[in-house]
């Protein structure tokens, strides 16, 4: 059964977290507290977050309704078995970007492809994030190679794919990025399947494939 004096001392780390604007904790919060579900890491870390706040969050990463719920279920010792909680609901994915330098790279995906910083963290900045629309990339300082020579462009291996509504969307994105200088891996053309696609090569050689459907 679960530690009611441990998860205590978590809850108060999550709180030290939430009030130091530790960024990679809002993800969490917003998968965990229906009332975050739909708000922004900068607004989640703005928010008025209390001790009570982090002991229903991790009740709720326990599958338990609240804290209260979750203090009965580890006090009452019984055999009745619990009713099974329904399953969780992956409501969004973010890409993991390796980058030499937060700085360039934020300036590359704002004045090129478009993007808005939301959030840089650290002291010095190791790990950022830019969103456009409904897309969002996380920036992660890596001083080391993570692929071994020319593999990944070689082989083609794509560090995020971010998809449009229609062909027309695709084509614009595409003539709008070329005219701003951006380096193409591979320019825009129809793949066997019908799709639209083309693929941004970042200055860290970050390959982002832009995808949309077949042209009407």
Not at 37 to 45: A, E, F, P, T
Not at 89 to 115: H, M, P, R, W
Request: aromatic share 12%; hydrophobic share 45%.
């Amino acid at each position: 059964m679960p530690n009611i004096g441990n998860l205590k001392k978590q809850a108060k780390q999550y709180l030290r977290w939430h009030r130091e604007r530790y960024y990679p904790v809002a993800a969490q919060i917003r998968a965990a507290l229906p009332r975050f579900r739909h708000v922004g890491d900068v607004q989640i870390l703005e928010s008025s977050f209390k001790l009570a706040d982090t002991q229903e969050f991790l009740a709720r990463q326990m599958g338990f309704d609240g804290w209260q719920a979750l203090k009965s279920g580890a006090d009452a010792m019984t055999d009745e078995p619990r009713q099974t909680a329904p399953l969780p609901i992956l409501s969004s994915i973010e890409a993991q970007l390796f980058v030499a330098n937060i700085k360039s790279s934020c300036d590359f995906y704002t004045n090129k492809l478009g993007f808005a910083v939301e959030f840089i963290y650290g002291d010095p900045p190791f790990y950022g994030q830019v969103v456009r629309d409904n897309a969002r990339l996380n920036l992660r300082v890596v001083f080391e190679p993570v692929f071994v020579a020319d593999v990944r462009k070689r082989e083609h291996l794509l560090s995020a794919s971010i998809t449009v509504a229609t062909a027309n969307e695709i084509k614009q994105l595409f003539l709008s990025y070329q005219a701003a200088g951006v380096s193409f891996h591979q320019t825009l053309k129809k793949e066997p399947w019908g799709a639209r696609t083309f693929i941004v090569s970042d200055p860290d050689e970050n390959l982002i494939l832009f995808a949309g459907p077949a042209a009407d």
